[in-house]
T-cell receptor
């Protein structure tokens, strides 16, 4: 079956602009996660959805970052007033569990470059 | 403050030999551990996991060992193959609560020489 998909695969934007990154999780997966991976680092947690609600947004770096999942499937990560430090690969993952010991399946990521 | 540490950034081994990738953690609340493999321009791919109630889990050529008292785990790949060349991430989560967000190490680049 289809895995996690993310669009666009690459996004170049100018400092100060607004961007949206999309994630399509594996069908039927109720849990959805966003991570950010900077160069030379491992993925860092941003936000977790269980269904439509953001159950944990403690990893969002500041209020320029926001994410939604209105119908409990597709999610959009939104970044306002982008800064050069936002440049990274943004990874989305989904899992079937409502928490607990289930592995997360990752998409290929969106590489965001802020110039 | 790195809660999951992969202190060796790279490892090179000969094809057919054993690869041992190490990982240490500091948060005693972690009780579920995973290894992910990542190729360039792809997302991480789940490899193997272990719960804290076990000290070993094996899947084919891959075995993960957990030493809770030392807060240390390792991934053994035997025999190593050139296709195993990738970046390997150790990740941990706490099963308590409904959120199993993962905390990752920085990764180890494994190169398997033919």
């Amino acid at each position: 079956g289809a895995g996690v998909s993310q669009t666009p695969s690459n996004k170049v934007t100018e400092k100060g602009k607004y961007v949206e990154l999309r994630c399509d999780p594996i069908s039927g997966h109720t849990a959805l996660y966003w991570y950010r991976q900077s160069l030379g680092q491992g993925p860092e947690f941003l936000i977790y959805f269980q269904g439509t609600g953001a159950a944990d947004d403690s990893g969002l770096p500041n209020d320029r970052f926001f994410a939604v999942r209105p119908e409990g499937s597709v999610s959009t990560l939104k970044i306002q007033r982008t800064e050069r430090g936002d440049s990274a690969v943004y990874l989305c993952a989904s899992s079937s569990g409502a928490g607990g010991p289930s592995e997360q399946y990752f998409g290929p990521g969106t590489r965001l470059t802020v110039t | 403050d790195q809660q999951v540490k992969q202190n060796s950034p790279s490892l090179s081994v000969q094809e057919g030999r054993i690869s041992i990738l190490n990982c240490d953690y500091t948060n005693s609340m972690f009780d579920y551990f995973l290894w992910y493999k990542k190729y360039p321009a792809e997302g991480p791919t789940f490899l193997i996991s272990i719960s804290s109630i076990k000290d070993k889990n094996e899947d084919g050529r891959f075995t993960v060992f957990l030493n809770k008292s030392a807060k240390h785990l390792s991934l053994h790949i035997v025999p190593s193959q050139p296709g195993d060349s990738a970046v390997y991430f150790c990740a941990a989560s706490a099963l308590t609560g409904a959120n199993s967000k993962l905390t990752f190490g920085k990764g180890i680049t494994l190169s398997v020489r033919p």
